[in-house]
């Protein structure tokens, strides 16, 4: 008997410790699960790591002589685009900042970092019931994950980005102006793969990020505009996440549109679409205005964009898996479908018709008006709707 209790005394105080073990587990994974979604630190590790030797910093002496260059050259671009676009900035282009792959990389997790702290606070408010273990864990699996995904998005970009506009979308204050960046190593590194003089290089893809610049600065409502557009597509995707797994299996499954879309609830397609279309008007513009100033600044610019874009056309299948997974090949399909829809409204009316585009939001062109300009023309004009000439 006695021995029995004895037995059942160890079992009661095992018991009692492996107890306690669990509770003090259970509270050191909550403690570590908290209610980030990724790990800044760590995306920004797995980047540079993925980076490898491209990871070299840009030495001084170089760094200074490609900042003065692309703040003449911008001094230069200026009088010209403005002729093109047929509005003044309200004041000069800031000094361009030049950068390594790893500058490139922190400051678009800065950026990162703003777009979901608001994610965050939406999927902490949905939560329903007290917190557990089971919800912790999935939390740390899910940023665990989520710091690889974006820590290796970050490294491909950082490899293949040439220039940045950098509009400071998401803090949208007034007083804060955007910023041209140029990656300098990707820029030597795609010249030399073209065989193009570097200053040549160097002045197409500054001309191409000056009218990005030009659309934001010479249009201030713009800015603001886009940053609710993007906030809004973003809540929308935090908010209604209910049935994803289900959608997803749907849209692997085929059909049409691409594949992101296809994942959505029909509110969060149509903000993505709105917001594709005012992506689509912003690269196709700028197209336009490289083309209508290149020359002008560049001899030869013709040349060199056709080689450019037979360079786009060279992706490898990697490369081109990795876009269409990512969404990044609806970003290629903005500049064929934005170009389109200024040159058929440039047929059809002048420049200064086209730039009522930039009144303001309800003169922005839809994705539908995008692939039928006709119609928009007829909306500006106040025809019927689908009915242009």
């Known amino acids: 008997m006695a021995r029995n209790m004895g037995r059942l005394g160890a079992g009661i105080l095992v ?3 492996m107890a306690m073990g669990a509770t003090v587990a259970q509270r050191e994974i909550m403690r570590r699960a908290g209610t980030r979604l990724l790990d800044w630190e760590e995306v920004r590790r797995i980047a540079r790591r993925r980076l490898g030797d491209a990871a070299a910093i840009i030495p001084p002496d170089e760094h200074a002589r490609a900042t003065a260059f692309y703040a003449a050259t911008l001094r230069r ?11 003044e900035l309200p004041e000069a282009l800031e000094t361009p900042l030049v950068v390594d792959r790893t500058e490139w990389i922190d400051l678009n997790i800065a950026t990162f970092r703003q777009l979901f702290g608001r ?24 940023r665990r994950i989520g710091n690889e995904q974006l820590g290796f998005l970050l490294s491909f970009l950082g490899r293949k980005v ?7 979308l998401l803090a949208a204050a007034p007083d804060v102006r955007g910023r041209l960046a140029f990656v300098e190593q990707n820029i030597t590194a795609t010249a030399a793969s073209l065989r193009l ?10 001309l191409h990020e000056a009218t990005h610049a030009f659309e934001f600065e010479a249009y201030p409502w713009l800015r603001d505009h886009f940053a609710a557009s993007v906030a809004e597509a973003v809540e929308l ?3 209604d996440a209910g049935g994803l797994g289900e959608r997803l299996r749907a849209a692997l499954a085929g059909g049409e549109g691409h594949w992101l879309e296809r994942i959505m609830t029909p509110p969060q397609r149509e903000s993505f679409r709105r917001t594709q279309a005012l992506m689509a008007l912003l690269e196709g513009y700028s197209n336009h205005v490289m083309h209508a100033a290149g020359e002008r600044i560049l001899p030869g610019f013709d040349e060199l964009h056709a080689r450019f874009e037979r360079r786009n056309e060279r992706r490898g299948a990697v490369e081109r898996m990795i876009m269409r997974v990512t969404g990044l090949d609806l970003k290629m399909a903005q500049y064929a479908a934005g170009e389109r829809f200024v040159d058929a409204v440039l047929a059809r ?15 922005l062109p839809t994705l539908d008006e995008i692939e039928e ?7 500006i004009e106040g025809g019927v709707t689908g009915s242009g000439p």
């Open 162 to 168: 040439l220039g940045q506009y950098d509009v400071s």
């Open 119 to 142: 994610v965050e606070e939406i999927v902490t408010a949905q939560q329903a019931g007290p917190d557990t273990a089971g919800r912790a864990l999935a939390r740390i699996l899910n």
């Open 15 to 17: 018991g009692g410790l």
């Open 349 to 363: 009316r002048d420049r200064a018709f086209l730039n009522r585009v930039w009144t303001g939001p309800d003169t």
């Open 77 to 87: 671009i200026e009088p010209a685009v403005a002729e093109a676009i047929g509005a």
């Open 197 to 206: 003089p570097l200053d040549e290089f160097r002045t197409f893809i500054a």
């Open 373 to 379: 300009p006709a119609r928009w023309i007829d909306r």
């Open 237 to 239: 995707l935090a908010a």
